[in-house]
């Protein structure tokens, strides 16, 4: 299917289904892994996980962006710290370049947050399921990890689950991760990740 190719609402929802990666850990703490991104919503979602006592340490990832310049991981740093998220809870990975660097590179913080038994819990766009074969691959350690969402903005407009089809930036995105997510899993890039009982596993 190339991005111009109209879409049934069946089909749609069968797409949006399938990348939707959205299984929120119960209030329980959890380590966090945050995708890389020039959006700032990851953020508020950290920080305000930290403040309920549910983010004993924040994994910040995300090197130079190729559209603003801005060294993702620092910037998330920046704005945790005015959100009075103490620096002692948050790791900086800034040197990734795409998703799976995003986990590769933050290996030693990954291991140190199951090293002291907290489950993961992956911060990404809810389309983004790439990032959640990364951890399963990367960190086949994490029997189960849990994933928060959030809805970016593409050319002033908010993608859900709902607007992507409509949205050019946005359907390109989604229909991305539709078709490239099973042929690395096919080609043996990918570990298989599946959405069970309300984590990935």
Avoid: C
Avoid at 23 to 52: C, K, W
Avoid at 87 to 115: G, K, Y
């Amino acid at each position: 299917m190339s991005d111009d190719d109209d879409l049934s609402p069946q089909q749609a929802a069968e797409i949006t289904a399938y990348v939707d990666i959205d299984a929120p850990p119960p209030d329980e703490p959890t380590a966090l892994i945050v995708f890389g991104t020039n959006q700032a919503p990851p953020t508020a979602i950290a920080a305000e996980r930290y403040h309920r006592g549910l983010a004993p340490l924040i994994i910040v990832t995300g090197g130079v962006n190729r559209h603003t310049g801005i060294i993702e991981g620092r910037e998330f740093r920046r704005l945790l710290l005015e959100e009075e998220v103490p620096d002692s809870v948050i790791r900086v990975e800034d040197e990734s370049a795409d998703t799976w660097q995003n986990v590769e590179f933050s290996l030693p913080f990954l291991h140190e947050a199951l090293s002291a038994g907290w489950r993961l819990t992956a911060v990404s766009k809810w389309y983004h399921r790439r990032a959640m074969h990364a951890v399963r691959t990367i960190v086949p350690q994490a029997d189960f990890f849990y994933a928060v969402s959030w809805e970016p903005v593409y050319a002033g407009t908010l993608v859900t689950r709902d607007s992507w089809p409509k949205i050019p930036d946005g359907r390109r995105k989604v229909i991305r991760e539709w078709q490239e997510v099973p042929r690395r899993v096919s080609d043996g890039s990918y570990r298989e990740a599946t959405k069970i009982h309300g984590t990935w596993r």
